[in-house]
């Protein structure tokens, strides 16, 4: 059983910059692609972005391709989302997940993120 918590939401000014992390505990070993994924009021989750196992690889949304970076920290079993120049329309709630067997099935409680 693992337990993934995120943290660092919050207000910022459009433009601004949020580091959002995320911390697994309980059964971490093993090799997981991490993920993040948001959810805005009244519409669909969307997926933002993910990274390999071993850190190597990242992919994003082209919605915040050059302006979020992820990253992971495998002996800390920590996950980040550092975002940038941020835009009204990424107000949403922000899920740090874990993919097992090829499928997202562990999913943290959620971080607010608001841009305004």
């Known amino acids: 059983h693992v337990q993934l918590v995120e943290s660092g939401g919050g207000l910022v000014q459009p433009g601004g910059s949020l580091r959002l992390s995320c911390a697994a505990s309980g059964n971490t070993k093993g090799a997981y692609c991490l993920g993040w994924f948001r959810q805005a009021p009244g519409k669909r989750l969307e997926w933002v972005s993910s990274?390999?196992?071993?850190?190597?690889?990242?992919y994003y949304a082209d919605s915040v391709k050059g302006r979020f970076s992820i990253s992971r920290d495998n002996a800390k079993n920590t996950l980040s989302l550092q975002m940038s120049s941020l835009k009204p329309e990424d107000t949403a709630v922000y899920y740090c997940?874990?993919?097992?067997?090829?499928?997202?099935?562990?999913w943290g409680q959620g971080t607010q993120v608001t841009v305004s």
């Open positions: 997940v874990r993919s097992e067997g090829g499928n997202w099935n562990v």
């Open positions: 990274i390999s196992s071993d850190g190597f690889n990242t």
